[in-house]
C-alpha cells in the first residue's frame, strides 16, 4: 500500500513517522550537548573593572574653560 498523504496513511503510517521524528530528535539533542564546550576548573576568571574616565580630543581646537 502506497500512502502518498498524511492525511490518507494509516495508523502504522503515523507510528513510523512518529517514530523516526522522535528517534532524530534525540540524535539532535546528543549532538548539542556533547559540542557544548566542557567547563574547566583550573581556569582563573579575569575581571576587568572600569577605570577612570578619559576624555579624548584633537590637539588643535580649542579648549573652552
Known amino acids: 500500500m502506497t500512502n502518498s498523504s498524511?492525511?490518507?496513511?494509516?495508523?502504522?503510517?503515523?507510528?513510523?513517522?512518529?517514530?523516526?521524528?522522535?528517534?532524530?530528535s534525540v540524535l539532535v539533542l546528543v549532538a548539542g550537548i556533547s559540542a557544548r564546550p566542557l567547563?574547566?576548573?583550573g581556569v582563573s576568571v579575569q575581571i576587568v573593572k572600569a577605570g577612570h574616565t578619559l576624555l579624548a580630543a584633537r590637539a588643535d581646537t580649542p579648549s573652552i574653560r
Open 6 to 24: 498524511i492525511v490518507t496513511a494509516d495508523r502504522a503510517t503515523h507510528l513510523k513517522i512518529v517514530i523516526v521524528s522522535l528517534i532524530a
Open 39 to 41: 567547563a574547566d576548573t
